[in-house]
């Protein structure tokens, strides 16, 4: 058995998400069975993170084991072959230690969300970015921002249906730039709790809106509570953008 590292990037908009679904398509499916047409073999991918239907990726860690011969450059272009037309990349894939394991292995998470800042409805980007029609102070965002940045009960900031043991999480980083006409926020820790990146994303638009200060921020986050929560960013612009092992 050899078990390979993918790299894989996809567009989320198609998807129910990561995780295989019994009620739609999900990337996890797609890529299993891209690898059965391969190799006959009925083996599971498992990824650093799951994501949210419409949610997309830029570097996805995952990994699969097989018993089939195949050399690692030749599993990727074949998987490539078998994906298409499914926005679905995989761009690079490795073989690694059997004990290596793309979830569990994992010591970081990073994420992008990209906000468009302009009236004018998006064309090349619609699906892929949050537009948002009133001028976003991306200062005050950042400054704000700093607030949710350590260990935290994040429990206003968790969806209700997050299965996560614990609603406490330390986030490393959340840095927000303006980038042009792009307010891109940038989040990194361990491992996030579901839905975290979009309300915080959310909660920080306010503040770039003016109808939120600082203080509004800090006391949605001290009041662990999901009600407390201002607004829940679309999954449009979410990217998961990288895993640290």
Same mark, same amino acid.
């Given at each position: @058995?050899?078990?390979?590292?993918?790299?894989?990037?996809? $567009?989320?908009?198609?998807?129910?998400?990561?995780?295989?679904?019994?009620? +739609?398509?999900?990337?996890?499916?797609?890529? %299993?069975?891209?690898?059965?047409?391969?190799?006959?073999? %009925?083996?599971?991918?498992?990824?650093?993170?799951?994501?949210?239907?419409?949610?997309?990726?830029?570097?996805?860690?995952?990994?699969? %084991?097989?018993?089939?011969?195949?050399?690692?450059?030749?599993? @990727?272009?074949?998987?490539?072959?078998?994906?298409?037309?499914?926005? =679905?990349?995989?761009?690079?894939?490795?073989?690694?230690?059997?004990?290596?394991?793309?979830?569990?292995?994992? =010591?970081?998470?990073?994420?992008?969300?990209? =906000?468009?800042?302009?009236?004018?409805? #998006?064309?090349?980007?619609?699906?892929?970015?949050?537009?948002?029609?009133?001028?976003?102070?991306?200062?005050?965002?950042?400054?704000?921002?700093?607030?949710?940045? +350590?260990?935290? $009960?994040?429990?206003?900031?968790?969806?209700?249906? &997050?299965?996560?043991?614990?609603?406490?999480?330390?986030?490393?980083?959340?840095?927000?730039?303006?980038?042009?006409? @792009?307010? #891109? =926020?940038?989040?990194?820790?361990?491992?996030?709790?579901?839905?975290?990146?979009?309300? @915080?994303?959310? &909660?920080?638009?306010?503040? +770039?809106?003016?109808?939120?200060?600082?203080?509004?921020?800090?006391?949605?986050?001290?009041? &662990?509570?999901?009600?407390?929560? +201002?607004?829940?960013?679309?999954? $449009?612009?979410?990217?998961?953008?990288?895993?640290?092992?």
């Amino acid at each position: @058995m050899t078990r390979f590292r993918l790299t894989v990037e996809f $567009d989320g908009r198609p998807f129910m998400g990561w995780q295989r679904q019994a009620h +739609g398509p999900s990337v996890q499916q797609a890529i %299993e069975q891209a690898v059965q047409s391969i190799t006959g073999e %009925e083996a599971a991918v498992h990824a650093a993170g799951r994501t949210d239907a419409g949610v997309h990726a830029l570097a996805m860690a995952a990994h699969v %084991e097989l018993a089939s011969a195949i050399a690692p450059f030749r599993l @990727m272009e074949a998987l490539n072959a078998r994906l298409r037309p499914a926005p =679905i990349a995989i761009l690079a894939c490795e073989a690694v230690a059997d004990d290596w394991h793309a979830r569990f292995s994992c =010591i970081g998470r990073s994420y992008e969300y990209r =906000i468009v800042n302009r009236r004018a409805p #998006l064309t090349l980007t619609r699906g892929q970015a949050w537009r948002i029609a009133r001028p976003l102070d991306a200062d005050a965002m950042h400054h704000a921002a700093q607030l949710l940045v +350590g260990l935290h $009960d994040f429990t206003t900031f968790r969806s209700a249906h &997050c299965q996560s043991d614990s609603p406490v999480k330390t986030l490393d980083r959340l840095d927000v730039r303006r980038e042009d006409e @792009m307010v #891109l =926020i940038a989040a990194a820790a361990r491992s996030f709790l579901h839905h975290q990146v979009r309300s @915080m994303v959310g &909660c920080l638009a306010l503040v +770039g809106q003016g109808q939120w200060r600082e203080t509004d921020v800090a006391r949605a986050l001290a009041a &662990c509570d999901r009600a407390a929560l +201002g607004l829940n960013a679309p999954p $449009d612009g979410l990217y998961f953008t990288g895993a640290r092992y």
